[in-house]
């Protein structure tokens, strides 16, 4: 079965090296799941016609006005994105965004129609404390539990860029208390240190559909290795 496969580049690269990363990929890639990549917003519309789907790695809770630094939806969608990461734990950090705008978030890019990757996951100290399902019920309660074509990303905080994973076992128990939420089937990607040597492992494994990588994603030849269609 084909899984979504999101690569994350967070803030990193130039035009030469998604250029690079572009003819890489597609030189290595063979039979793959389904790929979409999180490019810097400036970088989505110099290669929205690469033949790999586009995201944007966050959107404005506004639809247009003062908000200087922003970008919103209707743009990501000019540019030629069809998905955008949401919540991600670092904007909530950094941004200091909250459920409520990450709930508004989702409604501009549903308006333009473009999909939404929500992203949830506890830190060490509430899955030290056996408060994770709680937390992820949290994160979530702001969305419509009917809402359709939702993609739900799990991503542990302890396990981004850490090189920690969790076992199947805590996968599995995450992803279950994510989708009892929910009236319809989603989505629900993994993402916290994939790397090619555990992608294959995580998708057989665990009641995943999907993965959103980060660091590993950078290395074109390692990441054409995780969306291998096995
Ligand atoms: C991420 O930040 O979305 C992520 C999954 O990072 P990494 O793969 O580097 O842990």
Known sequence: ?????????KMHGSHAFIEDWFTNFNQNKTNSHDVVVALPATYIAAFRDYGIMLSGQNVSAYESGAFTSQISAE???????????????????????SNES?????????RMQINPIVCVGESLQVKETEKTKDHLRNQLSVLDSE?????????????????L?????????????IREIFKKPIKVLYGGSVKASNAQILLDNTDINGLLVGGASLNAQEFAKIAQLC
Not at 83 to 93: D, K, P, Q, T
């Open 75 to 97: 743009m990501l969608k000019d540019s030629g994105a069809d998905y955008c990461i949401i919540g991600h734990s670092e904007a909530r950090e950094q941004l200091n965004e």
């Open 1 to 9: 079965m084909s899984n979504l496969i999101v690569a994350n580049f």
């Open 165 to 177: 994973v969790p076992t199947e076992k805590e996968i599995d128990e995450a992803i279950g208390s």
């Open 102 to 110: 990450i709930r508004e978030k989702f409604d501009q890019l549903k």
């Open 147 to 163: 809402t359709e074509d939702l993609i739900v990303a799990y991503e542990p905080i302890w396990a981004i860029g850490t090189g």
